[in-house]
Each structure stands twice: as structure tokens, then as C-alpha cells.
């Protein structure tokens, strides 16, 4: 059983910064693509970013330039870096784990539990 644990979450000001980590309970090389979702109360899931064994990233234009997204295949980890935060951007975050890079929630096939992040204004 694939377990993703997310953590770094928490409640911090407008304009500041988080890093979220999400740790593989296996070999990340297992999965082709890691994601990074977030899902804010009465709001469908939506992609933050994800990220393939190549590198190759995508991102939700309200956070480019803002935000990171990066994996370390050694620990089997992969990070999302948030900076810049606005309240816009309080959501429960999940990691998600997948074989091909994608935008729909759908594509990826195993989910962490989420870690809340919250702006305040």
C-alpha cells in the first residue's frame, strides 16, 4: 500500500512564504509523475503543480512565479515551495502520485491526506 505523507502546512501572513513536503512510502522512481493539488471549502480540487521523472513541470497560472515545485529522488520526496501567499491560496493541499503528468485530479492514482495552509490577510 502507497502512503504519501503530507506536511508543512500551517497559518501564516499575507506575503510570506511555506515549504510542503510530501514523503513516498516507496521508491519515487515508481511513480512518473508527482503532483501537488489543493482544494479550498465549496471549490472543486485543482491543480497547484506537478512534476515527471524528467523534470518537466506544469503550473496553475495563479501560481507561477510564486511558487516551486521540486523532487528529491533520493529521499523520496517531493517539495512544494510557496512564496509571495495570498489569502487566495488557503486550501487543504494534497500530494498525488500518478503515471503521467496531468492536470485532471483523475490521472493520478494514489493521494496523501492534505495539509492545511491558511493566509491570513
Known amino acids: 500500500q502507497v502512503q504519501l505523507v503530507e506536511s508543512g502546512g500551517g497559518l501564516v501572513q499575507a506575503g510570506g512564504s511555506l515549504r510542503l513536503s510530501c514523503a513516498v512510502s516507496e521508491n519515487i522512481f515508481n511513480f512518473n509523475a508527482m503532483g501537488w493539488y489543493r482544494q479550498a471549502p465549496g471549490k472543486q480540487r485543482e491543480l497547484v503543480a506537478g512534476?515527471?521523472?524528467?523534470?518537466?513541470?506544469n503550473y496553475a497560472d495563479s501560481v507561477k512565479g510564486r511558487f516551486t515545485i521540486s523532487r528529491d529522488n533520493a529521499k523520496n520526496t517531493v517539495y512544494l515551495q510557496m512564496n509571495s501567499l495570498t489569502p487566495d491560496d488557503t486550501a487543504v493541499y494534497y500530494c498525488?502520485?500518478?503515471?503521467?503528468?496531468?492536470?485532471?485530479?483523475?490521472?493520478?492514482?494514489?493521494w496523501g491526506q492534505g495539509t492545511q495552509v491558511t493566509v491570513s490577510s
Open positions: 498525488a502520485a500518478g503515471p503521467i503528468l496531468a492536470t485532471s485530479p483523475s490521472r493520478y492514482n494514489y
Open positions: 512534476i515527471n521523472v524528467g523534470g518537466r513541470t
